[in-house]
């Protein structure tokens, strides 16, 4: 698959590899319309799964530098069942000027952990130190090992209404009013299907979306690109 985004002139793609099972084992990075310039840039790997499906190895690749690119993920994923239960990053270098990959925060046996209904309770990479859930599962609270939280408030339908965040002595509120976003009781944002508009303002902007429904670019009214975004075959934006 080739593609272009917003006022680029680069074609990027990715070739794909399946096993016999056809699960994604390679998808292999390149530019220009052969997608053999630049190649393995960005490209992911999967050297391994396990008898359930799950992912056993997976390698990724990216900037490590202003000009140059290697191997910034190389996971190991240990399982009980099918709920994962830690993962380990034996990659030399990391992804350049914060970019997107796995960050290998402690080294436990269980550096995740979950309730009866299987809900994930613990995350140690992300500083997650607990995860509290409703009746409906969903989460009520966050709480972060810096003693930062996230609050959650639904509808009986779980229909999100409002988050509270707390870092430090800073408290963010935002509430959810039908298609309206409210930021410390001011209005911020208004939703609508195609992007949203800036309520400071009165701009609108617009997601033009691919084939998956990810949002790709982001244009003002004006037409003028103000976003464009590039992702992973698993996930996670990578320029």
Known sequence: MTWKAGNE??????????????????ATYGETAGINTNTNRFSENVTGYDKNGNIKTLQRYGQTAASSYGLIDNLTF????NQLSRVDDAAAASAYNGGFEFKDGVKQANEYTYDSNGNLTKDLNKGISTITYNVLNLPNMV????????AYTYGADGTKLKTVHKTGSTTTTTDYCGNVVYENDVQKLLLTDEGYVTLSDGKYHYYL??????NRVVINQSGTVEEANHYYPFGGVFA
């Open 9 to 26: 002139s680069t074609i990027r793609g990715y070739k794909f590899t399946y096993d016999g099972l056809s699960r994604l084992m390679n």
């Open 78 to 81: 240990t399982l009980a069942g």
């Open 143 to 150: 709480t972060f090992s810096d003693g930062s939280t996230i």
């Open 209 to 214: 979306k691919d084939h998956q429904g990810n």
